[in-house]
């Protein structure tokens, strides 16, 4: 094949805009924290086994203290190197010797060293999307409280169903996002393991201490098998679907919002603080946020399926396909889920509910008549089906236009000389209020079973601000860990 006549010389500029200049941008801005943090945390542990000398670490050591991190955040990708990696090995170098310099990746290799920034970051993500969805939680319980009582309808198949309450209505997504939590928890764990001493894939010979740099840098367990250590990516897989099930979950519950925002409805009114006007129409809130959260909440879910795609059928073993390109989607879904959340709640906090407009929509369209069937049954003893063709015929007569008292007579009439059901009580069976106060049972929106059920979100909602206080308190304490470590090793030698 005839030469091109293109140079040889690595990168090649296509290669170099392509990807290597994109990846080190990328990296300056996930990895050079996490990076460094690596960088104490294996010398440190060389050093403690006896690998590397004390002199040499504590060299390597006022190295990196002497980095100016500003002036590698603001380098560009000159191609002189390969990555964000390379660069600071240079670094290194220029500062220590290069023989010194070299010694800190004795036991290790750049796929151990990803895998560890990678979960280092994650975890992070993790744990600003609890605290976000957090935030709306405990915005939502007080709302629930505050509007225990009030009355709303119910929704099937987007008609009016049932009368409920709006306290009601918004425990069913805070249990929601109580269920969110508990999966964000449980990822957290299994994010949360130490991969760094696998090395390449099979860890090595050297009697590394997989346990100290697990300690330092935060971790609460190892990702034990080598092998998988490198090859595995279950942990952001889950993390990714785990996100994708929270945004399609809040986007439906702001799809409602939405809708009660509406003229038509008229159910919730943003602040003035959260309404942009039109350029033509003076009349005009537009409550804009609430679309601005839907979109980034949509946005999330498809970045976080598309992590999943670009996963599927890749070789069970160190890939890029998991490594450099992806990562940055990865954050990129977690940090819209974050935006969407935070807006979101930031909306609520100070919008108005008109429970009023609820209460009155609660009373119309034959929502209560359901309880008047039920009502049959219990002071009749006749089958609910019997009930139900009673109560639907009243419902056919009036011809979609309710009014309890025309019901009242309707119903009162069919029963007149078969059952000795008195008129008041057929009329208080239509009732919004006497709907849900008789519906007690675990899970219902009567004061009995709703209000204990907001107790304990209160309580769910204290318990989970101390265990994210809690992860971001043993982190903070691991970078503490290196530093005293540090200082140890320097005033030793």
């Given at each position: 094949?005839?030469s091109?006549?293109?140079?040889?010389k690595?990168?090649?500029?296509?290669y170099?805009?392509?990807?290597?200049?994109?990846?080190?941008?990328?990296?300056k801005?996930?990895?050079l924290?996490?990076?460094?943090?690596?960088e104490?945390?294996?010398t440190?542990?060389?050093?403690?086994?006896?690998i590397?000398?004390?002199?040499e670490?504590?060299?390597?050591?006022?190295?990196?203290?002497?980095?100016?991190?500003?002036?590698?955040?603001?380098?560009?990708?000159?191609g002189?190197?390969e990555?964000?990696?390379?660069y600071?090995?240079?670094?290194?170098?220029?500062a220590?010797g290069?023989?010194?310099?070299?010694?800190?990746?004795?036991?290790?290799?750049?796929?151990d060293?990803?895998?560890?920034?990678?979960?280092?970051?994650?975890?992070?993500h993790?744990l600003?999307?609890?605290?976000?969805?957090?935030?709306?939680?405990?915005?939502l319980?007080?709302?629930a409280?505050?509007?225990r009582a009030?009355l709303?309808?119910?929704?099937?198949?987007?008609?009016?169903?049932?009368?409920?309450?709006?306290?009601?209505?918004?425990?069913a997504?805070?249990?929601?996002?109580?269920?969110?939590?508990e999966?964000i928890?449980?990822?957290?764990?299994?994010?949360?393991?130490?991969?760094?001493g696998?090395?390449a894939i099979?860890?090595?010979?050297?009697?590394i201490?997989?346990?100290?740099?697990?300690k330092?840098?935060?971790?609460e367990?190892?990702?034990?098998?080598?092998?998988?250590?490198?090859?595995?990516t279950d942990?952001?897989?889950e993390?990714?679907?785990i996100?994708?099930?929270?945004?399609l979950?809040?986007?439906r519950?702001?799809?409602?919002?939405?809708?009660?925002?509406?003229?038509?409805f008229?159910?919730?009114?943003l602040s003035?603080a959260y309404?942009q006007?039109?350029?033509?129409?003076?009349?005009?809130r537009?409550?804009?946020?609430?679309?601005?959260?839907?979109?980034?909440?949509?946005?999330?879910?498809?970045?976080?399926?598309s992590?999943?795609?670009?996963?599927?059928?890749t070789?069970?073993?160190?890939?890029?396909?998991?490594e450099?390109?992806?990562?940055?989607l990865?954050?990129t879904a977690?940090?819209?889920?974050?935006?969407s959340?935070?807006?979101?709640a930031?909306?609520?906090?100070?919008?108005?509910?008109?429970?009023?407009?609820?209460?009155?929509a609660a009373?119309g369209?034959?929502?209560p008549?359901?309880?008047?069937?039920?009502?049959?049954?219990?002071?009749?003893?006749?089958?609910?089906?019997?009930?139900?063709?009673?109560?639907?015929?009243?419902?056919?007569?009036?011809?979609?236009?309710?009014d309890?008292?025309a019901?009242?007579?309707l119903?009162?009439?069919?029963l007149?000389?078969k059952?000795?059901?008195?008129?008041?009580?057929?009329?208080?069976?239509?009732?919004?209020?006497?709907?849900v106060?008789?519906?007690?049972?675990?899970?219902?929106?009567?004061?009995?079973?709703?209000?204990?059920?907001?107790a304990r979100?209160?309580?769910a909602?204290?318990?989970?601000?101390?265990?994210?206080?809690q992860?971001s308190?043993?982190?903070?304490?691991?970078?503490?860990a290196?530093?005293?470590?540090?200082?140890?090793l320097l005033e030793r030698?």
């Open positions: 094949m005839k091109s006549g293109q140079s040889t690595f990168p090649a500029p296509i170099r805009d392509t990807v290597l200049a994109p990846v080190f941008a990328d990296a801005r996930y990895f924290e996490p990076l460094l943090e690596i104490y945390a294996h440190l542990m060389l050093a403690r086994q006896g590397m000398p004390d002199q670490a504590a060299s390597c050591i006022r190295a990196l203290d002497a980095l100016d991190r500003e002036e590698i955040r603001s380098a560009e990708y000159d002189s190197f990555d964000l990696f390379f600071l090995e240079k670094k290194f170098a220029a220590c290069e023989e010194v310099a070299g010694k800190m990746h004795t036991a290790r290799s750049r796929n060293i990803d895998l560890t920034m990678y979960r280092m970051v994650l975890r992070q993790l600003h999307l609890f605290e976000g969805l957090l935030e709306l939680r405990s915005t319980v007080e709302l409280w505050e509007h009030a709303m309808p119910a929704y099937t198949h987007n008609q009016p169903a049932q009368p409920t309450t709006l306290g009601h209505y918004l425990m997504y805070i249990e929601i996002l109580e269920r969110d939590a999966r928890r449980n990822a957290y764990v299994r994010v949360n393991r130490n991969p760094l696998a090395c099979t860890t090595t010979g050297f009697p201490n997989r346990n100290f740099t697990e330092l840098l935060g971790f367990g190892l990702q034990v098998n080598s092998y998988g250590a490198i090859a595995a942990y952001v897989v993390s990714c679907g996100l994708a099930t929270a945004m979950s809040l986007g519950f702001v799809q409602d919002l939405l809708l009660w925002s509406t003229a038509e008229g159910y919730l009114r003035d309404v006007i039109s350029s033509i129409m003076p009349q005009k537009n409550p804009v946020p609430l679309e601005h959260s839907r979109v980034l909440a949509s946005r999330a879910l498809f970045e976080a399926q992590v999943v795609g670009s996963l599927h059928n070789p069970f073993a160190d890939m890029n396909d998991a450099d390109d992806l990562q940055p990865v954050y977690f940090e819209d889920a974050e935006r959340v935070r807006l979101l930031g909306v609520l906090q100070s919008a108005q509910l008109n429970t009023a407009k609820m209460a009155t009373e369209n034959f929502l008549v359901t309880e008047l069937a039920d009502t049959l049954v219990r002071s009749t003893g006749m089958s609910f089906h019997s009930a139900h063709s009673i109560v639907s015929k009243a419902v056919r007569e009036l011809n979609g236009n309710y309890a008292d019901m009242t007579d119903v009162a009439r069919e007149e000389g059952y000795a059901v008195q008129r008041d009580q057929i009329r208080a069976a239509l009732s919004a209020k006497n709907f106060a008789v519906r007690k049972i675990v899970g219902g929106p009567a004061p009995e079973a709703l209000e204990p059920e907001i979100s209160r309580e909602v204290a318990s989970d601000q101390a265990w994210t206080e992860r308190n043993r982190l903070a304490e691991a970078h503490q290196i530093l005293k470590e540090c200082k140890t030698v």
